[in-house]
């Protein structure tokens, strides 16, 4: 269950306590007040003793009261105080009391930081101030300007905040050229987090930039050559790097490929192992079914031979109609419905009839007062109830099936129709071959789109492409080389067929006499009523087989759907036992855990006023018997010296002493705490007024720098 976090405010009171806490009008100092007061923190559960454990709603187990204890104190002076009246008092330019905070300056401590702290103070007034006054006016002031960019990283953060690792700007000195600014083509996901490669390669370039620096300079003829050696033995290393790394990434290439057509045969191997898989279980369940229709079927036949043995071999009854109708249990009450008997139970015998239908002027008058609607029959004719309304896609396909007859009867009528002058003429040459008919050739050829072969995106070398293009050019010229002898043969095994067409069309082409014309009209006329019977048959073949194969699969549809909704019935209904005992569960633990709670209170409250009580009877008993002792102690010993020292100090001149050390010396403390006070507030008004002479001098110097 989620939950929901509420914030409250950490000082409730701040428009009482602040003096610079503002508000607008009273109505809004009194709802603050009434807020802070009466929030959720002072409102508190009492539960009731009596209905501890009740479950009734006009019987709670709890109220709700709010807590008595004030959270203000009374001193505190809860009424609105004017804008204008309230603020700052006149003794806040004093540096002593409740303003003090004001003049103090708390210093810059770094809570992260494993340097000692140091705090710097004010500094006295004096030549050392005066110096360094002096000192910082020499320097050249920098103002601090208006924004900073301040960039943070953390080594704790979110999945869902994680962002790429901040890199910070950097500066590079004059003739400084540090190792680190070689590696800035290197980014995040692209290089870093380095792993071996990027080591290789960065230990690679130290080499080389060590290797260079440790060349010989070229200001003679045998530095020059030694240089040159050193470089084309440098260069040759490092070609043998290349083809070593060219070699690996070629090893690497192969061991994927053999990787990947030893996955593929074993998917393609697992595959058929689950095809044989599931054919041996369709078998054995086929075999199972079978076995079991068999076995059903022997029953029923041994069933039905014994029946008949038994009827043969007893020798006819004659039927007892006196102990059948005695017998309750006998056909005679009880028929069997398997011999042919249709129940009735009679309901006609006990069926009230209305006074309406027994007579006609009855039926004419109920006729007469019911509506049109109900003497109207519903029922449909039988060519009507097929008529249900159809399915876009029903729909849709029927148009698509009336459109692809229309072309077909368009173009069928098109060739039929003789071309002009083409009698005479016998035919254009450009025309494509023709049946004896006049019927074209249509040869429909289904195109299925190959799907596009699977590629490893890696890198391949120019040469492996320019092999691997030349490997297809020469694979393509094979193959059709190869389908051109197939057509080759094909049209030398079919070349008698192929002539007898030629023939037979030079023989509708030459036809003169009327007879041949006839015989040619009939022909065509056969070929059309063939084409048309085919295309009629291809059509309603294709719609029966999808009707067909719709109304299975809706079938299958609502049995799958009638089974998800007694899943889902039998799930909602365990769903709802569950967690009903679960609920019930839970509040018989809940009871017997507040049942233990309360007797374990009980047994703790006996056992604590138990011992309060013992101890209070030992304490009373041990304080009496220390009061009697001092008391004869006192009678005894103490009282003689009491009253000595009593009746000296009741003297005149020491009554008189004590009395001037009691008035005198207090005033004498207060004055010298006041003298000690102002001193401190001069030299706190003395540092705060250099400290502004300062920041004065800083500013006057920044604007007018000229000066």
Not at 211 to 226: H, I, K, R, T
Request: net charge neutral.
């Amino acid at each position: 269950m989620a939950t929901q976090t509420v914030l409250q405010a950490n000082r409730a009171y701040d428009h009482i306590y602040d003096p610079c806490y503002l508000t607008s009008h009273g109505n809004d100092h009194y709802r603050q007040t009434s807020k802070a007061m009466f929030n959720a923190q002072r409102i508190n559960r009492v539960p009731d003793d009596k209905y501890m454990f009740s479950e009734l709603p006009h019987y709670p187990r709890c109220t709700i009261q709010v807590t008595s204890k004030e959270a203000l104190p009374a001193h505190v002076d809860k009424n609105w105080i004017a804008p204008e009246l309230k603020g700052p008092g006149a003794d806040a330019g004093t540096v002593s009391g409740q303003y003090r905070h004001k003049f103090s300056a708390r210093p810059n401590k770094q809570m992260l930081s494993t340097m000692p702290h140091i705090v710097q103070y004010a500094m006295k007034t004096g030549a050392a101030a005066t110096a360094l006054r002096g000192g910082q006016a020499e320097r050249t002031s920098v103002p601090d300007s208006a924004t900073r960019t301040v960039g943070t990283q953390s080594m704790y953060r979110e999945s869902e905040s994680q962002t790429n690792p901040y890199s910070p700007e950097y500066t590079i000195g004059p003739n400084q050229v540090p190792e680190v600014v070689a590696l800035t083509h290197l980014a995040w996901g692209v290089g870093l987090p380095a792993t071996e490669a990027e080591l290789q390669i960065i230990e690679r370039t130290r080499q080389k930039r060590l290797f260079s620096n440790m060349l010989p300079p070229p200001c003679d003829a045998f530095g020059m050559e030694v240089r040159v050696q050193l470089m084309e033995a440098q260069e040759f290393r490092e070609w043998a790097d290349r083809e070593k790394t060219i070699r690996d990434l070629q090893d690497k290439r192969l061991q994927l490929l053999k990787q990947a057509l030893e996955e593929r045969d074993q998917n393609r191997e697992g595959a058929q192992m689950d095809k044989v898989d599931r054919v041996r279980a369709r078998k054995e369940e086929e075999r199972d079914r079978k076995l079991a229709a068999c076995q059903r079927l022997r029953t029923k036949v041994l069933r039905r031979m014994q029946k008949e043995r038994q009827t043969a071999e007893a020798p006819p009854k004659k039927r007892d109609v006196i102990a059948e109708y005695a017998d309750f249990t006998s056909q005679v009450y009880a028929p069997l419905a398997r011999k042919g008997y249709v129940p009735d139970y009679n309901t006609a015998r006990i069926e009230v009839q209305p006074t309406d239908l027994s007579s006609f002027p009855g039926l004419v008058q109920l006729e007469q007062s019911l509506p049109a609607s109900v003497l109207r029959a519903v029922d449909k004719h039988p060519k009507d109830i097929d008529r249900t309304k159809k399915s876009s896609h029903q729909v849709r396909k029927e148009l698509e099936m009336t459109n692809a007859l229309k072309n077909a009867m368009e173009s069928i009528k098109k060739d039929l129709q003789p071309n002009e002058g083409g009698e005479a003429a016998g035919g254009k040459a450009g025309d494509p071959a023709t049946t004896s008919g006049g019927l074209k050739k249509f040869h429909v050829r289904n195109i299925l789109d190959r799907p596009d072969s699977p590629r490893l995106k890696e890198d391949v070398l120019p040469e492996e492409e320019e092999q691997e293009a030349a490997v297809l050019l020469l694979q393509r010229i094979i193959r059709g080389r190869a389908f051109q002898n197939q057509m080759f043969e094909g049209k030398e095994k079919r070349l008698d067929l192929i002539n007898e067409l030629r023939a037979a069309e030079r023989y509708a082409e030459t036809a003169t006499t009327v007879e041949e014309k006839r015989y040619i009209d009939q022909l065509r006329d056969k070929a059309f009523e063939g084409v048309l019977e085919s295309v009629q048959g291809s059509v309603i073949s294709q719609t029966l087989d999808q009707l067909s194969k719709e109304l299975l699969r809706f079938q299958q549809e609502r049995r799958i759907a009638a089974m998800v909704k007694l899943a889902e019935r039998d799930r909602q209904e365990r769903q709802a036992q569950e967690s009903g005992r679960r609920q019930a569960e839970e509040r018989l633990r809940e009871r017997e855990d507040e049942m233990f709670r309360q007797v374990m209170g009980v047994h703790q409250g006996t056992v604590d006023s138990y011992l309060e009580e013992v101890l209070t009877n030992t304490v009373e008993q041990a304080a009496q018997s220390r009061a009697l002792t001092e008391a004869r102690l006192k009678a005894s010993k103490i009282n003689a010296v009491v009253d000595t020292l009593e009746a000296s100090a009741q003297e005149s001149e020491v009554v008189v002493r004590e009395l001037v050390h009691s008035y005198n010396l207090p005033h004498v403390q207060r004055e010298v705490v006041k003298r000690r006070q102002a001193a401190e507030n001069k030299r706190f008004s003395e540092a705060a007024r250099g400290a502004l002479d300062d920041a004065y001098d800083k500013v006057k110097e920044a604007v007018n720098p000229s000066q």
